[in-house]
C-alpha cells in the first residue's frame, strides 16, 4: 500500500471537543512534522489527552478535524504501521506475558510475529518478556506500552506523559528514544505538563491552556524570547536608589518585598552608581527568568481571558495554582 508523499504529518484544523457544557479541546489548529521531537505542552487538564485520543479516532470531534497522512485514522489500512501511540498509563493486571501481549497485537494487526523480539530489545524488557504483566511496575508498563507503540514500525509516533512513573534512568532512557526516533526521520509527538522536560527534548512546542493554541513554535524560538535576564537589588535606602538609577536613564520596577528589578541591567554599573552615591545594596544578582516562569505567565494569561469572557467561578489563580503544582510534581 503506498503512502502520500506527506508521510508522517498529522494536521489539526479547527479541532474541538465539548463535553457537555465543557470545552476540553477548542478549535485547535496546528501540524506536526516529521523529522523533529515536537512537545505538545499544557498544564493538567489543557486537553493534551483528548487531543490525543481524537488524533486516534478513540473520541469524536465535536467541530472539526484531524488527519494523519490526509486521512482519518479510521480510513488508515493497518494503521499501526502509520502510528503508534502510548496513551495515558495505566495499570498492567494482564494474565499474559509481555512476549504473548505483544504476540496477539501484531497478529491482530497483519505485524510480522519477528517485530515482538526486535521491540522487546529495544525498550528493554527481553529478560521479562516471559513473565506476566500484572507484576510489571509502572515503568516496566510504560517500556511495555512504548514497545506496543513500536510494533508496526510507524512512521508517526505518539506519547502521552510517557515521563510519568519512571525513575531518573528510564527518563534518560526515553528522551534518547524519541530524539534517536526522530532523527531517523519519524514524526514524535510527545505530550507533557511540565517545561523543563520538554524543555530537554523538543526541537518543537506546541502550547495549549484550557483547550487553546498559546503557542506554535520552535524551541530556540522560544527560549530566546522569553529568556528575560535582568538584575534583582535591594537596598535599605530603595527611593534615593531609585532616583540616582532613573537618572542614569536606568529603568527599575518594584516587585514587591523592597526588590527592585532592573530589566537587562549591568550588575556592575548598578554597583557603582550606588557606591558613588553612597547607597547600602543588601543584594545584587543578575538573574536569568526561567522558561517555566513563562509557561506560567502564558497559561495565566489564557485562564484570565476565559475568566473575562464567562462569568464562571475559575479565576486565573486556580489554573496558575495547577501550573504551579504540576512543576513539583516532575
Ligand atoms: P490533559 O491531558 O491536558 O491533562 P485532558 O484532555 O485529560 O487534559 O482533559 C481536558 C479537560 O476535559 C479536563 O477538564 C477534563 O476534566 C475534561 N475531560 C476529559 N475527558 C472527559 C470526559 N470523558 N468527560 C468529561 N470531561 C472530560
Ligand atoms: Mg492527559
Redesign the pocket.
Known sequence: MSRSSVAGMIELEGLTKR??E?V??NNLSFTVRPGIVTGFL??????????MRMILGLDHPTAGDVRIDGKHYQQLKDPLTYIGALLEAKAWHGGRTAYNHLLCLAQSNGIPSGRVRDVLETVGLTAVAKKKTKGFSMGMGQRLGIAAALLGDPRILMF?EPVNGLDPEGIHWIRTLMKSLAAQGRTVFV?S?LMSEMALTAEHLVVIGQ?RLLADTSMADFIARNSRSYVRVRSPQRERLLDVLHQAGIVAVESGDGVLEVDGGKAEQIGELAAQHRITLHELSPQQASLEEAFMQLTAESVEYHAHSDTSATGPEPARQQWGDGWKRG
Open positions: 463535553y457537555g465543557k476540553a479541546v499544557g498544564p493538567n487538564g489543557a486537553g493534551k489527552s483528548t487531543t502521552d505530550s505538563h483547550g
